[in-house]
């Protein structure tokens, strides 16, 4: 999985993410099953598998509209400061030449 990883308002990471398999899990000779399950213990993994990689899934997804909405509210706050220096700029070349009008008379 490709997905951005939130780091704060200004930053975020690209990031992957590899998965194991859910025939890597079942079959795993090393996992040790202290206890007898209803169903069977694969039917279990496998069912907790998908609600995992669902779980995951949204995660990974909640995460990187984190960042777009983060970087569209950066963009925003840029683009209302910029509106605003523009304004005060404007203001005071139109008070410069009224001014100067009035100077003139």
């Known amino acids: 999985f490709v997905f951005n ?3 704060s308002v200004i930053s975020y990471t690209p990031t992957t993410w590899r998965l194991p398999g859910i025939n890597r899990i079942v079959n795993d000779e090393s996992r040790q099953q202290p206890y007898v399950t209803d169903p ?3 039917t279990m993994l496998s069912s907790n598998y998908q ?3 669902a779980a995951l899934l949204f995660g990974l997804a909640t ?3 984190s960042c777009e909405i983060a970087g ?3 963009a ?3 683009a209302t400061t910029n509106g605003e220096d ?3 700029e404007l ?3 139109y008070n410069k030449e009224r001014q100067a009008a009035i100077t003139t008379e």
């Open 5 to 7: 990883y939130f780091n």
């Open 40 to 42: 069977d213990h694969e």
């Open 51 to 53: 609600f995992g990689m």
């Open 63 to 65: 995460e990187t509209q």
């Open 72 to 74: 569209r509210m950066t």
């Open 76 to 78: 925003m706050d840029n």
């Open 86 to 88: 523009l304004a005060k």
């Open 91 to 93: 203001e005071l070349q």
